[in-house]
């Protein structure tokens, strides 16, 4: 940083970081609840859609015809579009979510939503 900047140029440069930082959260906290969530038909896994201003509604596919397509639309619209103040949410709306989220299979712990948020924090704090 040069010796004179003025507090409008590093209050961008801290604005444009935290705004990179929020980007990086959402895509690694969704890599990480794709790859935790327990995996049957893949439904739950897809719906993790992050969403910028408020949650996303309704789920992606079905049980019977599993997409990604949403997913892969909200993390686009995340790395392209996202400014400060806005929030991202991170939302799964099948049914069952949190019956797996409590334990329900066999394949990933009691918890293991917020395990896979904290990691994927975590993962973003080391790269920093």
């Known amino acids: 940083m040069a010796k ?15 705004e990179d930082i929020i980007q990086q959260v959402t895509l690694e906290v969704t890599a990480v609840l794709g790859e ?12 993790w859609v992050p969403n910028i201003g408020a949650s996303h509604t309704g789920t992606v596919g079905t049980k019977e015809s599993v997409t990604a397509t949403a997913k892969e639309e909200g993390i686009a619209k995340v790395l392209a579009l996202y ?11 099948v049914p069952y979510i949190e019956r797996l989220n409590s334990g329900h299979s066999d394949k990933a ?3 293991y939503v917020q395990l896979a948020i904290l990691k994927g924090i975590q993962a973003v704090e080391n790269r920093v």
Request: proline share 7%; charged share 10%; hydrophobic share 40%.
């Open 36 to 47: 935790d969530t327990p995996v049957d038909t893949g439904w739950a896994q897809a719906n």
């Open 83 to 93: 400014k400060l103040p806005a929030i991202v949410f991170v939302t799964n709306n």
């Open 4 to 18: 004179h900047e003025s507090a409008a140029s590093v209050a961008l440069q801290l604005k444009n970081f935290t």
């Open 109 to 111: 712990p009691s918890g």
